[in-house]
């Protein structure tokens, strides 16, 4: 496995415009000056017993000292250190400190001692082509005799709802001596991944957002997004049927759903979710005038009018949960002359309207006097009703009175007449007895002559 394999990449699969921007490296400059600082190479000391110079082996690699101490014939390996010794005919042994050993002929030099914290761990590549990996804490010494080389890398840190796709090389145990075969896996979060030898991680290489525009492979990563996301997506110079062109900004919310699905049918969803909106808004702008696109960009919100979209999006593994209506954009002209027209439209909206409130006030007012009038006259006329009424009862009362005084005055007429019929039946006067005490002077002639009589006013 190369050395490039186990160097991950910690960026998780979000898109880059959701994302802060990953911080630059340190200068070539200023990292040489911290490990020179961390790591000066010799120190010079105290004289050893032999008289000469002491001096202390620094390791770079670690920047620390190597606990070999060489003074004359003598060298002293501190406590905690180790040194391998070669002897005049090769051979070589291992010391480990504190020892003082006797230098003549022999070559003494220290080991390196590789150190694995936690979400760290150890790269070991053996002489015979064998391959380790020891996941921290760990600690190893490295013998020429046994290391080609020991590397410590950092550990992958998958977050929850995240996942990494794990390939491995292998010996297929159906076929003894064949070809490696290469098997893959997915690792999901919350995890610390340390891949075993012969085990690497899929590097997904996406478009991405470089100055509001989308360019290929411009997101790198190694670790999916589990989680709904979304990107800002422009789809410029849209043509509508009557050549106005226009930039229609659009935001896609999507989900993965399916990571198999993802990486057995494309390898780049973001591109592919690019091209199928934008194929389904030029599809939308042409069957639309530029008029009737501005009355119905509201089904710019609708994913029935993304097809393309939502099919590409299930055939990838993803979801595509909802699209966002941005508004649009068009050339200086253009807006320009949109908007002298709306300016004009709002203003005659605006007199349309100052117009039609005062019609209503005035349709208001008219209604109502019509209704104060209707009122008026149903008071009047309740009034002339009641009135009538009234009259009517006063008239019925009247008729009743004088139909009764009529009925009393014939029965008075009637027992009169029964009266006198009975008086004249008695042999009374009835002439002498109707007209005594009735008239201002009574005449009575009796004779049995003719002649003329001549009555006075005075006599």
Partial sequence: MSAKRT???????????????PGRPAAPEALAQTNRAAAPGLAVSSLAEGGGPVRAERSRSLGRPSGIIRGGLFTTIEEGSRAIVTEKGGQMSIVDGPARLWTGGRRIRPMEQHTAHPGEFLVVRHRDGRQEHHAGPASLWFDPRV?????????????????????????????????????????RGPATFVPRAGEWLHTFSWHGTVNGRKVPSALVFQKLWLLPD???????????????????RLMIFFHLVDIDQLLASSHDPIGDFVNAATSDVVDFARRHSFDAFKASSDQLNALATYPQLTARAAQCGYRIQNVVYRGYGAPPALQAMHQKATESRTRLQLEKATEQQAQE?????????????????EAMAEDFSAKAALRRRSLEERSHEQAAERAHAAAEDQRQQEHLRALGALGVDLTALLTAGRADRVIELRGAGAGHVHVGDGG
């Fill in 230 to 248: 979304q990107m800002y997506h422009d789809v410029a110079e849209v043509r509508t049927v009557d050549d106005a062109v226009i930039t229609v």
């Fill in 7 to 21: 160097k991950y990449n910690q960026r998780s699969g979000a898109l880059q415009e959701a994302m802060p921007a």
């Fill in 361 to 377: 006030l005035e349709d208001l007012k008219q209604e109502r006097a019509h209704r104060r009038a209707a009122r008026e006259r």
């Fill in 147 to 187: 290391h080609a080389r020991i590397e410590k890398e950092e550990a992958l840190q998958v977050s929850a709802e995240e996942a990494v796709v794990v390939y491995a090389e292998e010996d297929d145990p159906a076929a003894p001596g064949a070809a490696r075969r290469v098997s893959r896996r997915i690792a």
